[in-house]
């Protein structure tokens, strides 16, 4: 470099120096502290939240996700269903027995992403709030079908952000744990469908008679779409509320692409054929049983454990005055 380029170079930075005020080479942060507090206290409050909750989910018990109780079933001699014994009613499936139209129905009702997030759907939390913040209400919800079900695993129902936020981190770490066809799995054989009815595979028998694995379009459609409120759309109660979410369940699975227009039509002209509800008879060796049962099991086995206990006593009928009644017992096959 030649003298000249040097001499030109110094009396710059000489200049610059001159004019520049040593206050303007302090740190804003450092000359406005009060300010800087304020605005970095929200992504200080944000780091603390995700380190809580992150720590509760990474510490919540997976076997509460996967493993849920089901009902005990006592049969007689001849194979015939003398007495259910549970907690919730739940017969429990494997996902070989889940046919894909009833996958198809859930995804389009409630997570048509599901395939595609990480547990939580970012476009959904964004049109929720939205939505709910132009109603003035909650007018939608935005939780995927992992949500939904780390919310009934760990059996968190108040309306609440902590609720909300215990919700999305467990849906994370649930995502990490499982694949989505065994997430899919356990939500249907968690979820609640009314009437002392849990499971799939409890609602396919309790609603139609049938196993999973025979559920039609048009049922499928109703069972899925009555989740959202099982007591109020149950076709127990009412027939037309049933229907009326079918429909909403069939037009979502059309926008979905899953099924054509003319084939929700055509569910939606049929009638939902339903099961008789009807309280089922007991034995009279019943009383014995569940005496007995305590000396082997313990009342979670008995209760909770989804045990098939046959049973060989033939139960003697009730007399009166040294005679025995006229009638026999039956006992419905399931």
């Known amino acids: 470099m030649s003298a000249s380029r040097r001499s030109r170079l110094h009396a710059l930075w000489t200049t610059l120096r001159q004019r520049v005020r040593p206050s303007a080479l302090i740190p804003w942060s450092r000359r406005h502290p009060i300010l800087s507090a304020l605005l970095l206290s929200p992504l200080f409050l944000i780091l603390a939240l995700c380190l809580y909750y992150g720590i509760w989910a ?16 006592v049969y007689d001699r001849h194979g015939y269903v003398i007495q259910r014994l549970f907690d919730e009613n739940r017969q429990l499936v494997d996902g070989k027995q889940i046919p894909q139209v009833l996958k198809d129905a859930l ?5 048509e992403r599901f395939y595609w997030h990480p547990g939580v759907d970012p476009i959904s939390i964004t049109r929720a709030l939205f939505l ?3 109603s003035g209400r909650v007018a939608s919800g ?10 009934n695993s760990a059996g968190i129902f108040e309306r609440s952000l902590d609720r909300k936020l215990k919700e999305i981190f467990l849906a994370l770490r649930i995502e990490l744990a499982f694949s989505k066809e065994e997430i899919l799995t356990f939500y249907f054989n968690r979820i609640y469908f009314g009437g002392n009815v849990y499971g799939i595979g409890t609602a396919a028998e309790a609603y139609f008679g049938k196993q999973p694995s025979q559920l039609n ?4 459609a109703m069972l899925v779409g009555i989740i959202a409120g099982p007591n109020i759309y149950s076709p127990w109660r009412n027939v037309e509320n049933a229907k009326k979410v079918r429909a909403k369940t069939l037009e979502r699975m059309v926008i979905s692409g899953f099924i054509t227009r003319e ?8 009638d939902l054929v339903l099961r008789p509800l009807m309280d089922k008879p007991g034995s009279y060796a019943i009383a014995a049983i569940q005496d007995e049962l305590p000396n082997y099991l313990t ?9 098939r206990i046959p049973h060989n006593h033939r139960p003697r009928l009730p007399t009166r005055g040294g005679k025995r009644l006229g009638f026999r017992a039956r006992h419905p096959r399931t």
């Open 132 to 134: 709910n913040l132009f």
């Open 107 to 111: 995804l389009a009702k409630e997570d």
């Open 142 to 151: 935005a939780s995927t079908i992992t949500q939904q079900l780390a919310r």
């Open 299 to 307: 009342q979670i086995h008995i209760y909770r454990g989804g045990l």
């Open 58 to 73: 990474l510490n919540f018990d997976m076997d509460k996700v996967s493993r849920m109780p089901a009902t005990s079933i």
């Open 263 to 270: 084939q929700a039509a055509a569910c939606n002209k049929e």
């Open 217 to 220: 379009l048009s049922e499928s």
